[in-house]
């Protein structure tokens, strides 16, 4: 079964100090993961994924199929870095559903 | 960018009578529109895919003719609660993709707030 783990519901780390929210999967096949966030009064939006390997807003996310993890990590932590992430996770398939993890909010202390 | 817009946002409405969601792409078309339910401080559940043209796939426990989809075309789905009771309250959210295969985007739509009294 699809299943996307985050064990964590609220983070909170202080400015400039390291930032890594963990998710973990379960998928029969080859996933596509994401991380997709929601900042405060604001819709959910795509963050990155792993297919693009790509660096936004310093974050960046390695897909490790051996511990089925996709954690996501940012080096030095910023205000306004403060928000809701979501872990998700998709078949390769053009019509195939996205599941979402729980969520952890990512708390920013000055 | 992609734009998905639902409406109403929020709505209120008396148990017993059904109420109708719409979410548009703005400015593409999504052959896949995805409608999800999220419970307070809980995450996105996905209650359905909706594909233009065709009956909407539900996911296990949701009722298809409690939550009835509709994609009438490749920019419009719609979500109906029928016979809406208080434990429908929820916050109702719908997503489309513009392109299709790997590492594809989904858009979201603000949501809709459904009080149920």
């Known amino acids: 079964a699809q299943r996307v783990t985050q064990p964590e519901k609220l983070l909170s780390v202080f400015k400039g100090a390291p930032v890594e929210l963990k998710c973990n999967y379960s998928y029969s096949g080859s996933p596509e993961l994401f991380w997709y966030v929601q900042y405060s009064r604001q819709r959910l939006q795509l963050l990155l994924r792993?297919?693009s390997r790509e660096s936004i807003k310093g974050f960046t996310a390695d897909l490790n199929k051996g511990e089925t993890s996709f954690h996501l990590k940012k080096p030095f932590a910023q205000e306004e870095d403060s928000a809701m992430y979501y872990c998700a996770l998709s078949g390769r398939g053009g019509d195939d559903k996205i599941i979402f993890g729980k969520g952890t909010r990512l708390h920013i202390l000055p | 960018g992609a734009v998905v817009s639902q409406h109403p946002s929020r709505v209120i409405c008396k148990s017993g009578t059904s109420v109708k969601i719409e979410c548009r792409s703005l400015?593409?078309?999504?052959?896949?529109m995805f409608w999800y339910r999220q419970f307070p401080k809980q995450s996105l559940m996905l209650m359905a895919t909706s594909n233009e043209g065709s009956k909407a796939t539900y996911e296990q426990g949701v009722e298809k003719d409690k939550f009835l989809i509709n994609h009438a075309s490749l920019t419009l789905s719609t979500l109906t609660v029928t016979s809406a009771h208080p434990e429908d309250s929820s916050f109702y959210i719908c997503?489309?993709?513009?392109?299709?295969?790997?590492?594809?985007?989904?858009?979201f739509g603000q949501g809709t707030r459904l009080t149920v009294v």
């Open positions: 400015d593409f078309q999504a052959t896949t």
């Open positions: 792993h297919i």
């Open positions: 997503s489309a993709s513009r392109d299709r295969g790997p590492g594809r985007e989904a858009f």
